[in-house]
């Protein structure tokens, strides 16, 4: 294998001979170890030059990550969905339980009084946390945000009741007979003011009790107007202490004459207003 002889590939040369029209043609003899040096050392350069380029100029993005903005904007979208996901799902367990609660606030609206042998009474008196998982139906942006208002808090000041209109309470609080408020005797018409600030969370008409309002306070108290004649609120307007929501009536079946029903409930369970009124 005489190919393979060091000498003899010493001994070996590369020509080159250009064939330019312009030109008069000339070959150009090299050695071999002359033509690999001088490939060698184009590569070299060629890398050099390339490194270079790459590393002051833009080109890079154009080579490898054309499509790098496209990325960026996609991620951050990405992101966005993310996090309003997160926020739906936050608000919407908090509407679940809110809706919870209101379904059986409905059910008490219906009638001014409760034996306490009824089912619904019980019901009333227990805490209602519902949970919704979380990737679950739509349902679940405003009820977390709810609860963040409106939940217990132990350290917070204590929420001071006024008077919702004035009158003579003609029937007092009496749970044993199932008469969960107080009555005022105010003729048709009269103002009926918040009680304290807070939510409107029931704001309509129901068969027994008329045009009726519901209120959720701080530390989980509820107000409750019945036997309505006008409503000026609706359900999520936020109201003041002493602020103007409805006017008195004889609304409903549940109801002998004109005159306010008015309850204070806390955790599901009814407070005795005349305990709770400001004097």
Known sequence: MKWLNFKNIKNSSVYVTPNLPIL???SYKFSLFKALGFIGLYTLVAWFVLIVILSVTPLKDFLFVADNNELKTQNEKIQQLRNRVILLTEQ????????ERLK??????EKDSIS???????TLQKTIKKKIKIGGNVFEAFNLLLDRI????QNSKEILFLDPTKGIVIQVFNPSTGHFGIDYGVKTGSPIYASAGGLV??????????????????NNFTTIY?????LFKKAKDVVITGELIALSGNSGKNTTGPHLHFEIWQKGKPVDPQILLVK
Do not use: R, W
């Open 116 to 122: 306490p042998k009824d089912p619904l009474y019980d």
């Open 104 to 109: 059986f606030a409905v059910k008490l609206a």
């Open 150 to 153: 409106f939940q217990e808090d």
């Open 226 to 230: 019945k036997h309505c004649s006008s």
């Open 24 to 26: 008069s043609t000339t």
């Open 92 to 99: 919407l367990q908090a509407l679940a339980s809110t809706n």
């Open 201 to 218: 969370i029931f704001s309509d008409y129901t068969v027994d009790s008329g045009f009726m309002m519901i209120i959720q306070h701080d």
